[in-house]
């Protein structure tokens, strides 16, 4: 079992950043496989980065170049630096966990991308 809790959300103007950070507790993080992802209001839950136990990161589209995902194993945590933040990124950001069959899912942190 793993338990992830998500913080660094909040409230920020467009072309600004925050760092979004999951803390991941309960054994074996090195193993999994980890990811982001968000949900808008009235939208379907989206993958927005994904990182391999390994460290090779992949991106959807439109936050390519944008938003970089990391992980440091030592202190069981993955990151998702967001820069050049847009109105359509505001959404509820989830850290995921998963390994073979299994996933774990986070509480969830709002961000919210507005002037």
């Known amino acids: 079992q793993v338990q992830l809790v998500e913080s660094g959300g909040g409230l920020v103007q467009p072309g600004g950043s925050l760092r979004l950070s999951c803390a991941a507790s309960g054994g074996g993080f090195s193993v999994y496989a980890m990811a982001w992802y968000r949900q808008a209001p009235g939208k379907q839950r989206e993958l927005v980065a994904h990182i391999t136990s390994g460290g090779s990161a992949d991106y959807v589209d439109s936050v390519k170049g944008r938003f970089t995902i990391s992980r440091d194993n030592a202190k069981n945590a993955v990151y998702l630096q967001m820069n050049s933040l847009k109105p359509e990124d505001t959404a509820v950001y989830y850290c995921?966990?998963?390994?073979?069959?299994?996933?774990?899912w986070g509480q969830g942190t709002q961000v919210t991308v507005s002037s």
């Open positions: 995921n966990a998963q390994r073979s069959s299994r996933q774990f």
